[in-house]
């Protein structure tokens, strides 16, 4: 039985058009094509793996978990901002695959992009649980957890799936025309930290709160579209305005703090 | 490696992005139109100005101005701003409520497909409602102006 997929005649084979750049020679930008055979299970990355390996080693990809967790393989995908090892080669039903880098962010190399902004907007939002309570990071003062009912988790759960892929940033109409605009991932996450019981920071409406803030989403909901991880970034910012138009009113109860005490005499005691 | 500047640097979509709705459904398709219908009643809006002012300069030409509408293309732009402000205001009246997290469902634990609960069929339904409600207003006006 011959089992290299290369030599096999009855194999199916995809066209794979793939978007070529190098910003550090001023070349241009052209199309390369290849025709790489796959099976059904066949993602966009395996095939942009197989193209490196056996066709030409200098395309340029960032990838690293190949399972939709660490968000670094985003790429405009027939037109469309998906994740390429989440992505079939059989459920795209074309017969040819355009790859192009994701739009909205700026190319290094061929299908590699540059999330310095992006990572910016994201950082903009402090998205760190703020508290005010100096005991909980005196460790002579004994160890603290925060208490949260499963209800209060579920309030930012989803959102704090998010793997800064920037599939949605690429998605949304707003980005593509205002740099400053933070962008779905940067405003959902200011939701996560907003709806966190643990998080007591009074900042987090004001951070957004800007004419190139929050009030520029127009919930096209292209963002919620693309996202891979069900986060549904378009929710957590119509969510968070609700609480600026003074719609939902900000009741939020502090998260109890629960001690550990780990003495071993006593190793029954945690109290509330 | 000194990195060469183009105007192209940024990879933005741009005007381009938005002026093509067909890549993310419905409620993309939604906002292009929210935005097209939008500028349509602006550019009408100056326009309707401009026509009911004529009427300091007499009968004669605010009535010649009114000319303008009895014609084909008259009639045929008006069915248009009919059509325009019954989308917008239908579709305005279902971003309003979702501009305020209203209708939009609540965070829960996604699950694989992952169907975001903000674009639900409350959402969708809206859009279609407001689609036909433009149809009809525009198939009403059609009889109206061109009906015998
Ligand atoms: C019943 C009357 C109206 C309602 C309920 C309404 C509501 C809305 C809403 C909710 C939006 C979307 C805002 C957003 O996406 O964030 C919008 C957009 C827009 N409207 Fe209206 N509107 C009305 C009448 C008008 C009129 C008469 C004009 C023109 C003179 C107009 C011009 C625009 C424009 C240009 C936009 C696009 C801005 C954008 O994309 O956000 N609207 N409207
Ligand atoms: S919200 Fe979704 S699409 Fe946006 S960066 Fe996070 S995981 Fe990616
Ligand atoms: S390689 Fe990690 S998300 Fe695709």
């Given at each position: 039985?011959?089992?290299?997929?290369?030599?096999?005649?009855?194999?199916?084979?995809?066209?794979l058009?793939?978007?070529?750049?190098n910003?550090?020679?001023d070349?241009?930008s052209?199309?390369?094509t290849?025709?790489?055979?796959?099976?059904?299970?066949?993602?966009?990355?395996?095939?942009?793996?197989?193209?490196?390996?056996?066709?030409?080693?200098?395309?340029?990809?960032?990838?690293?978990?190949?399972?939709?967790?660490?968000?670094?393989?985003?790429?405009?995908?027939?037109?469309?901002?998906?994740?390429?090892?989440?992505?079939?080669?059989?459920?795209?039903?074309?017969?040819?695959?355009?790859?192009?880098?994701?739009?909205?962010?700026?190319?290094?190399?061929?299908?590699?992009?540059?999330?310095?902004?992006?990572?910016?907007?994201?950082?903009?939002?402090?998205?760190?649980?703020?508290?005010?309570?100096?005991?909980?990071?005196?460790?002579?003062?004994?160890?603290?957890?925060?208490?949260?009912?499963?209800?209060?988790?579920?309030?930012?759960?989803?959102?704090?799936?998010?793997?800064?892929?920037?599939?949605?940033?690429?998605?949304?109409?707003?980005?593509?025309?205002?740099?400053?605009?933070?962008?779905?991932?940067?405003?959902?996450?200011?939701?996560?930290y907003?709806?966190?019981?643990?998080?007591?920071s009074?900042?987090?409406?004001?951070?957004?709160?800007?004419?190139?803030?929050?009030?520029?989403?127009?919930?096209?909901?292209?963002?919620?579209?693309?996202?891979?991880?069900?986060?549904?970034?378009?929710?957590?910012?119509?969510?968070?305005?609700?609480?600026?138009?003074?719609?939902?009113k900000n009741?939020?109860?502090?998260?109890?703090?629960?001690?550990i005490?780990?003495?071993?005499?006593?190793?029954?005691?945690?109290?509330? | 490696?000194?990195?060469?500047?183009?105007?192209?640097?940024?990879?933005?979509e741009?005007?381009?992005?938005?002026?093509?709705?067909?890549?993310?459904?419905?409620?993309?398709?939604?906002?292009?139109?929210?935005?097209?219908?939008?500028?349509?009643?602006?550019?009408?809006?100056?326009?309707?100005?401009?026509?009911?002012?004529?009427?300091?300069?007499?009968?004669?030409?605010?009535?010649?101005?009114?000319?303008?509408?009895?014609?084909?293309?008259?009639?045929?732009?008006?069915?248009?701003?009919?059509?325009?402000?019954?989308?917008?205001?239908?579709?305005?009246?279902?971003l309003?409520?979702?501009?305020?997290?209203?209708?939009?469902?609540?965070?829960?634990?996604p699950?694989?497909?992952?169907?975001?609960?903000?674009?639900?069929?409350?959402?969708?339904?809206?859009?279609?409602?407001?689609?036909?409600?433009?149809?009809?207003?525009?198939?009403?006006?059609?009889?109206?102006?061109?009906?015998?």
């Amino acid at each position: 039985m011959n089992n290299t997929a290369i030599d096999n005649k009855n194999e199916q084979k995809i066209t794979l058009k793939v978007y070529r750049e190098n910003r550090g020679q001023d070349s241009g930008s052209h199309h390369d094509t290849f025709e790489v055979p796959y099976k059904k299970w066949t993602t966009v990355l395996d095939a942009l793996l197989f193209v490196k390996s056996y066709m030409d080693p200098s395309v340029a990809i960032r990838y690293s978990c190949r399972m939709a967790s660490c968000g670094s393989c985003g790429m405009k995908i027939n037109g469309v901002p998906k994740l390429a090892c989440y992505t079939k080669i059989s459920e795209l039903e074309t017969s040819t695959i355009e790859c192009e880098p994701l739009p909205n962010f700026p190319i290094i190399r061929d299908l590699v992009t540059d999330f310095s902004r992006f990572f910016n907007h994201h950082k903009s939002m402090q998205p760190y649980i703020q508290t005010n309570d100096s005991t909980e990071v005196d460790t002579n003062k004994g160890t603290f957890s925060f208490y949260q009912s499963p209800e209060d988790v579920d309030k930012y759960l989803q959102f704090s799936y998010c793997i800064k892929c920037g599939l949605c940033y690429s998605a949304c109409p707003t980005v593509g025309t205002d740099l400053n605009f933070p962008g779905p991932q940067a405003l959902a996450q200011q939701y996560r930290y907003f709806a966190d019981t643990r998080d007591e920071s009074k900042k987090r409406l004001d951070i957004v709160d800007d004419r190139h803030g929050i009030w520029r989403c127009h919930f096209a909901g292209s963002c919620s579209k693309v996202c891979p991880k069900g986060v549904d970034p378009a929710l957590g910012i119509q969510l968070l305005r609700s609480y600026m138009l003074g719609i939902s009113k900000n009741d939020k109860i502090p998260a109890k703090k629960i001690e550990i005490n780990d003495d071993d005499n006593n190793n029954n005691s945690s109290k509330i | 490696m000194k990195e060469i500047e183009r105007p192209t640097r940024n990879n933005l979509e741009g005007i381009g992005g938005w002026l093509n709705p067909s890549r993310y459904g419905w409620e993309r398709i939604s906002y292009w139109f929210q935005r097209l219908t939008g500028v349509f009643l602006l550019v009408y809006f100056i326009g309707h100005v401009y026509e009911t002012s004529t009427i300091v300069n007499g009968q004669n030409a605010w009535e010649s101005f009114l000319e303008l509408t009895q014609t084909l293309w008259g009639h045929l732009f008006l069915i248009m701003v009919i059509g325009a402000s019954t989308f917008h205001s239908a579709n305005g009246i279902r971003l309003i409520f979702t501009h305020a997290g209203i209708g939009l469902g609540t965070p829960g634990r996604p699950d694989y497909p992952y169907n975001p609960a903000s674009l639900n069929y409350r959402q969708k339904s809206g859009i279609w409602i407001a689609l036909i409600l433009a149809a009809a207003a525009m198939f009403y006006g059609f009889n109206v102006l061109f009906g015998v």
